[in-house]
């Protein structure tokens, strides 16, 4: 909770401690608790953007003003019985604002620990070649919105950081209320999703030092944004690597394209395992595709001078990486695609993506909370250990205790802290794990570092090698 939200609910809680001062008490105690309360509420509303979170909060200050005043007035019962009545419901609805305000906080981006600044740009890229499967248009084209993260000249100000979940702060609206609806809560309660700034700076200039960085090519989760891993894209884009975070039309939650046009997403569970398994394999295809997709367009305008990171792109070191399904898709992906030379798995289960052999090194990180679905977390696990067992690279699976599966991206940061759904209350621990981790496995698979990866690895939770 902010300090200024902190110092308003203390002034409350004094306030109807003052209430309850015996009536020989002179007037002083109240009049000076009133004008505590009146002063901590004014700089509460000069702090900061009003939040919903302050609704309840506010309503407890009333009480307590109520409490405040009704102490030496009417009859004692019936002023007794007021300010009883008051300060029961002001505690009430005070506590209800404060787990709110907890449940909910101001969204603060970890600071990149790099040496480098980040900048970010968003890029829209059209596969003409590739018709878009889920619409019966035949005119119809697969489109690609990608936003990179990349080390960058100089820091951002205050007021120069890019917008957390979109181009625009209107774009931003759009893509909270689809993330609200993809987790089945109203809108308002990703407000502060909204309404928060990355450390990034849009269309910084690319950082001077080396002359070309190495690549990742990232996509999301089942129903997730390209945004949703923010904080890990930008603290490797800090050390030194361009991000690129997709959104996929249709399957992302929301995308907002150039153009204003907003594509919701469209898929959906149907409760059969089996058909589910079939359809998630159709649609770690569709990324997979358009993961490669992503890759030779970089190619393309790396070669040919065009891009926003034109020539800076060192495309003999790519990594593919994903979230949940993302991440079947990064390992699909790299099957069919050798350009890419290292996988990073966080979470995802691979499904029926083919067990053939192929020469990546591959990292699985995996959430040690499991499921909750025993049958589903040992699927998971056969799958998984197939996949690792067919990296020539090798494989290495990191099961992070206490994680579970959204705490690989920024859902921490803005989610209530349950376990099942988050993990650890610890709202950076599992950023401060996953960033260590694949920081250190790219700069030993692409960068060559000397590191010792096997010991650093298993000091982040419990590693499981497979040799290739």
Do not use: K
Not at 116 to 137: L, M, S
């Amino acid at each position: 909770m902010p300090l200024p939200e902190a110092v308003f609910v203390c002034s409350i809680v004094v306030s109807l401690l003052a209430a309850w001062t015996p009536p020989r008490v002179p007037g002083p105690p109240a009049r000076v608790a009133a004008v505590l309360l009146l002063a901590a509420g004014a700089g509460l509303v000069v702090a900061g953007e009003p939040r919903w979170q302050w609704l309840p909060i506010i309503a407890g200050a009333v009480l307590a003003l109520v409490a405040l005043a009704s102490r030496r007035r009417g009859p004692r019962r019936a002023a007794r019985g007021l300010v009883a009545a008051s300060t029961a419901v002001a505690l009430a609805v005070t506590a209800v604002g404060s787990l709110a305000a907890w449940s909910f906080p101001v969204v603060v981006l970890p600071e990149p620990t790099g040496e480098y600044a980040v900048g970010t740009t968003t890029v829209q890229w059209d596969d003409r070649g590739r018709e878009e499967t889920w619409t019966d248009d035949p005119d119809d084209h697969r489109i690609v919105v990608a936003q990179m993260w990349y080390p960058a000249d100089g820091d951002a100000g205050p007021g120069d950081r890019a917008p957390y979940l979109g181009r625009s702060a209107g774009e931003a609206r759009v893509v909270a209320d689809g993330l609200a609806d993809a987790f089945g809560v109203p809108g308002f309660l990703l407000d502060d999703a909204a309404r928060a700034d990355t450390h990034a700076t849009t269309g910084a200039e690319v950082a001077p030092g080396r002359s070309r960085y190495p690549v990742v090519v990232f996509s999301p989760g089942l129903g997730g944004v390209r945004s949703q891993n923010t904080a890990w894209a930008q603290e490797l884009a800090s050390h030194g690597y361009v991000v690129v975070a997709l959104d996929h039309p249709h399957d992302s939650a929301v995308v907002v394209l150039e153009d204003g046009t907003v594509i919701r997403g469209r898929v959906a569970a149907t409760g059969d395992p089996d058909e589910d398994e079939r359809r998630a394999a159709e649609w770690t295809s569709i990324r997979a595709q358009d993961m490669r997709f992503v890759l030779a367009r970089l190619r393309e305008e790396n070669d040919s001078g065009r891009g926003p990171l034109a020539g800076r792109l060192d495309l003999r070191r790519v990594a593919a990486a994903g979230h949940s399904l993302g991440g079947a898709a990064a390992i699909a992906a790299a099957v069919r695609e050798h350009g890419f030379t290292a996988v990073i798995d966080l979470d995802g289960y691979p499904g029926r993506v083919a067990a053939t052999t192929y020469p990546q090194p591959l990292l699985a990180l995996v959430a040690g909370a499991g499921t909750g679905d025993a049958e589903g977390d040992r699927r998971y696990a056969e799958s998984l250990d197939r996949v690792l067992e067919a990296s020539a690279g090798p494989g290495y699976r990191l099961t992070v205790a206490e994680a579970a599966h959204l705490s690989f991206t920024d859902a921490p940061l803005y989610l209530p802290p349950v376990p099942s759904l988050v993990g650890t209350a610890d709202r950076t621990a599992a950023h401060r794990t996953t960033a260590r981790a694949t920081l250190v496995f790219l700069d030993v698979t692409l960068r060559g570092a000397s590191e010792d990866l096997d010991a650093a690895l298993s000091d982040l939770g419990g590693l499981t090698v497979f040799p290739g």
